[in-house]
């Protein structure tokens, strides 16, 4: 079963998935009730993307939310079509890709002793903690929506996908999935991590290629022979991650640290003192090979 403390998950890119993600999660929170995608797009849908039975008593409805930032305004106005769904609802969800917000929770909270006076449906909000905190705990609902963090060997592997700050993920753990040894799936490169994009994969991947040129000089001047892997485990213990697993917002630090590397060999040290240049900046080298002014 998927472990979920210190990791982050990506966020679906598009309302559906985010949808299918959420009735996924309504389907293991209340099992064996029936659960039914509401209407469709352009039609009106009172504020209800998912609609559950409750042991065909009362109904539960969920609207989802992929936004951005969720405001108090916004649930507000799908409360207010909400009240309009027929049978009248008992519980009502909003679904959201946002991550927890004390502020908002409170207005709910408010809203809802206000609800109970008037006899009115009571009012949760689903952060994204919630939903993908339950997800997890189910590993073959994990693995449809996750296909690529599932690892194609009967042992199991552990995939880290951490990110700090990243507003498009939720923090958890090391993911660990085990799988009959004859599936086979291809791992691709993480979401938001230098690996999924290109410029920076290939920055970075410069850099390190300078870094073994440099040092390789030195090394057969002495008669060693080069170990290539020794700065990719140096990366990790520096960084935290795998070269490639490194989240973008940590992309400028291993920079910095890759350059600094090249700037002490000992190659680096004499062209900086003869007044040569290393290395190109990323701003820099996203111009002379790519022809792209980067932000």
């Not at 982050?8 to 559906?16: R, V």
């Not at 993920?169 to 994009?197: E, R, Y």
């Not at 390190?208 to 213990?237: C, P, Q, T, V, W």
Request: charged share 25%; aromatic share 12%; hydrophobic share 30%.
């Amino acid at each position: 079963m998927p472990t979920f403390d210190n990791m982050e998950i990506p966020k679906p890119k598009n309302w559906q998935d985010f949808e299918r993600l959420v009735e996924s999660y309504s389907r293991i929170n209340w099992p064996g009730c029936m659960i039914t995608l509401f209407g469709g797009v352009g039609q009106t849908q009172h504020g209800v993307d998912i609609y559950i039975k409750y042991k065909r008593v009362y109904y539960i409805g969920i609207q989802c939310k992929k936004v951005a930032k969720l405001t108090y305004d916004q649930i507000e106005k799908e409360i207010e079509k909400a009240k309009n769904f027929k049978p009248g609802l008992k519980h009502y969800f909003i679904a959201t890709s946002t991550s927890r917000n004390a502020e908002l929770q409170e207005k709910v909270n408010i809203l809802n002793s206000q609800h109970n006076e008037k006899g009115l449906f009571s009012v949760d909000i689903l952060f994204w903690e919630d939903i993908i905190g339950l997800i997890v705990s189910d590993d073959k609902v994990f693995a449809q929506h996750y296909p690529q963090l599932s690892p194609g060997n009967k042992g199991g592997d552990s995939y880290a996908v951490y990110a700090n700050n990243n507003k498009n993920s939720v923090i958890g753990n090391n993911i660990i999935i085990k799988t009959p040894k004859k599936l086979n799936v291809k791992k691709g490169p993480i979401q938001d991590t230098i690996g999924s994009n290109t410029y920076m994969k290939n920055y970075v991947k410069h850099l390190i290629d300078i870094y073994h040129d440099f040092k390789k000089a030195n090394i057969n001047a002495e008669g060693e022979k080069m170990k290539y892997s020794l700065i990719y485990d140096a990366i990790k213990r520096e960084i935290g991650f795998k070269w490639d697993e490194t989240p973008n917002e940590c992309f400028e630090g291993l920079c910095t640290y890759l350059q600094k590397r090249i700037d002490n060999t000992i190659v680096g040290k004499t062209r900086k003192s003869r007044g040569m240049k290393n290395y190109s900046k990323y701003k820099e080298y996203m111009v002379e090979r790519h022809g792209i002014e980067s932000e």
